[in-house]
T-cell receptor
Framework: GAVVSQHPSWVICKSGTSVKIECRSL??????MFWYRQFPKQSLMLMAT?????????EQGVEKDKFLINHASLTLSTLTVTSAHPEDSSFYIC??????????????FGPGTRLTVL | DAKTTQPTSMDCAEGRAANLPCNHS???????VYWYRQIHSQGPQYIIH???NNETNEMASLIITEDRKSSTLILPHATLRDTAVYYC??????????????FGKGTHLIIQP
């Protein structure tokens, strides 16, 4: 149980284009999803927290207009990197957490998406 | 969340028990100790968590000192696949853990054949 998937696993795009990354909880309903970013040889940094049906909460220094997050259902959240630039190249990881009574109330992580912007 | 201190790296021989220490001297009474690990180029994997008592699951054991200022994660029979960065995180568990996790630098555990 507690499987979280991400799609795509890797993507290469040209500077100025937008890229959408999907995060799905496969066997539980995720009331909260989190998006992290990890640069090479660094640790994960939380970007934003999203609750199903409401606006995401962004961490300080993360541009909400650049990193659009949608959590429209209890099993799907998307992160769209708009007008991507080479400095946005990173490993993007989502995690999902179920409701407190669901048995899935810890954070379970997806496999990550490697974004390379040329 | 309380700050944690972990060694940067550790080696362990395959088949031996790997003991990973974590100091969290400023932990408060309602904060839990969580352990995650991240294998290269993968997402983090939840291992175990505890509050006061020692905990064991199919992956590992967690030993928390009586004063709760430090803990040790034990992998009883390390294999090559256990090579990863191990993160010790201290945090509240209010509301089931609604807040995102704060990852430090972790310990890079290398299992030697």
């Amino acid at each position: 149980g507690a499987v979280v998937s991400q799609h795509p696993s890797w993507v290469i795009c040209k500077s100025g284009t937008s890229v959408k990354i999907e995060c799905r909880s496969l066997d539980f309903q995720a009331t909260t999803m989190f998006w992290y970013r990890q640069f090479p040889k660094q640790s994960l940094m939380l970007m934003a927290t999203s609750n199903e049906g409401s606006k995401a909460t962004y961490e300080q220094g993360v541009e909400k207009d650049k990193f659009l997050i949608n959590h429209a259902s209890l099993t799907l959240s998307t992160l769209t990197v708009t007008s991507a630039h080479p400095e946005d190249s990173s490993f993007y990881i989502c995690s999902a957490r179920g409701a407190g009574t669901s048995g899935y109330n810890e954070q379970f992580f997806g496999p990550g998406t490697r974004l390379t912007v040329l | 969340d309380a700050k944690t201190t972990q060694p940067t790296s550790m080696d362990c021989a395959e088949g031996r028990a790997a003991n990973l220490p974590c100091n969290h001297s400023t932990i408060s009474g309602n904060e839990y100790v969580y352990w995650y690990r991240q294998i290269h180029s993968q997402g983090p994997q939840y291992i175990i968590h505890g509050l006061k008592n020692n905990e064991t699951n199919e992956m590992a054991s967690l030993i928390i000192t009586e004063d709760r200022k430090s803990s040790t994660l034990i992998l009883p029979h390390a294999t090559l696949r256990d090579t990863a960065v191990y993160y010790c995180i201290v945090r509240l568990r209010s509301g089931g853990g609604a807040d995102g996790l704060t990852f430090g630098k972790g310990t890079h555990l290398i299992i030697q054949p």
